[in-house]
């Protein structure tokens, strides 16, 4: 019998289908979708580029195509995703680039029409934490006393230098003070993080874990660094190669990661997903499934849990 609470397949950590399941009594699955925002780090505001891993869709390489309709985007992905899950209700995922990024009257005509979809059952919205003024949060906390609602905020990394070096454009002390905005409001928070950031060493990134894991946040994001083609990243590398995460080390590091965030925390990523046609590395991430494996074997040979270290 599995001794971790939060889920159903012995999993050693909260997941994200237990959660999901345990709210709403069905299969939930998310629509990614591009609703053409830009970053003030790639329009000029604060930089140009965006981060420097990021492609040109703004990390949104699996949402809908940005020339659609936000509504053919969802009927499509909602489509496909019904042939494999009949029964399935959805959360509208605004994901490519930073959705808070724009007026109020532009923010309600993107998110609002999906309130009004009988098979959306919450709207989940990824953004930044300096695009979060006072204003923008009053209207999220409005707009979350009309559905479920959910906020993916990035962060990447505590560390200033590295978030200088990927060109954030922004700093740790702007994400704490988006992040309490956001709680203020008593507004879910899902925080996600990037592991294998240049010159990060392996005790950087469990420093990153540590802190997080003291925040007040809901969810939690780990991604592995991907080097996609044509990237600022993938210039970076050509020019000066850094030490890449090894897949071993990877697995590692995440299972020691999950012992310092407490298991009240929902996970909902352990590793990510990057187009095969521009990913240059690290090619060991293709085999997503056999690395979620590989996460289970080593938290039960050492008998870790999610919250272990907390």
Not at 250 to 257: A, D, G
Not at 282 to 287: D, E, F, G, H, R
Request: contains cysteine; neutral net charge; proline residues 4%.
């Amino acid at each position: 019998m599995n001794k971790f609470p939060y889920s159903n397949d012995n999993k050693r950590y909260h997941t994200y289908n237990y959660y999901l399941k345990n709210k709403y009594q069905q299969k939930i699955a998310k629509v990614s979708l591009n609703a053409g925002f830009t970053c003030p780090n790639r329009d000029g505001t604060k930089g140009k580029g965006g981060c420097i891993f990021c492609s040109d869709s703004g990390s949104g390489d699996f949402a809908g195509n940005v020339y659609d309709s936000l509504q053919k985007q969802f009927q499509d992905v909602s489509t496909m995703m019904r042939k494999k899950w009949p029964d399935c209700k959805f959360i509208a995922y605004f994901q490519a680039n930073t959705n808070t990024y724009g007026t109020l009257d532009r923010l309600k005509a993107t998110f609002e029409p999906f309130l009004d979809y009988p098979d959306v059952v919450g709207i989940a919205i990824a953004t930044r934490p300096d695009c979060l003024s006072e204003e923008i949060c009053d209207y999220l906390y409005e707009l979350s006393q009309k559905c479920d609602l959910y906020i993916e905020l990035g962060l990447q990394t505590i560390h200033d230098s590295t978030a200088q070096l990927i060109n954030r454009g922004h700093d740790y002390q702007t994400f704490l003070k988006g992040l309490e905005r956001l709680r203020k409001r008593h507004l879910d928070v899902c925080v996600h993080i990037i592991n294998g950031l240049p010159y990060e060493t392996y005790d950087m990134m469990i420093e990153t874990a540590k802190v997080v894991g003291k925040l007040d946040i809901q969810g939690l994001k780990i991604h592995n660094l991907f080097m996609l083609k044509d990237t600022a990243l993938h210039k970076m590398y050509l020019q000066k190669p850094f030490p890449l995460l090894s897949r071993e080390d990877y697995i590692k590091l995440v299972v020691e990661q999950l012992t310092y965030i407490p298991d009240s925390v929902v996970i909902e990523r352990l590793t990510g997903d990057a187009p095969l046609k521009d990913l240059v590395e690290p090619l060991w991430s293709i085999k997503k499934v056999t690395i979620l494996n590989d996460i289970d074997k080593l938290m039960k040979e050492k008998d870790l849990y999610q919250g272990s270290l907390v």
